[in-house]
């Protein structure tokens, strides 16, 4: 069994910044793909970055320039930098991984609880 777990979340006026960690721990063999989605209130979730094992990184465009996802592979840890921030990033994050636990299964698709990051003056 794996699972995810976000920290970092809060409230930050629009300008600010917050850096989101997301852990994995458990029955680990490797770890694919890791990466953000968030979920604004009444709206569907939503991909906001990824990031390979070997590094390569894909970002919405509305968060280019602002947001960094990195990953560190010795802790199982992605982290997503979010810089000049705005109201309407506001929404629940989660984290998500596709998670190898043994070397002839397939990645589970797992998700975190989500954390929520609030941009309100």
């Known amino acids: 069994q794996v699972q995810l777990v976000e920290s970092g979340g809060g409230l930050v006026q629009p300008g600010g910044s917050l850096r989101l960690s997301c852990a994995a721990s458990g029955s680990i063999f490797s770890i694919c793909s890791m990466g953000w989605y968030r979920q604004a209130p009444g709206k569907q979730r939503e991909l906001v970055a990824t990031?390979?094992?070997?590094?390569?990184?894909n970002y919405k465009d509305s968060v280019k320039g602002r947001f960094t996802i990195s990953r560190d592979n010795a802790k199982n840890t992605v982290y997503l930098q979010m810089n000049s921030l705005k109201p309407e990033d506001t929404a629940v994050y989660y984290c998500?991984?596709?998670?190898?636990?043994?070397?002839?299964?397939?990645?589970?698709?797992?998700w975190g609880q989500g954390t929520l990051v609030t941009v309100s003056s």
């Open positions: 998500n991984a596709a998670i190898k636990t043994d070397w002839g299964r397939p990645p589970l698709n797992t």
């Open positions: 990031v390979t094992s070997g590094g390569s990184t």
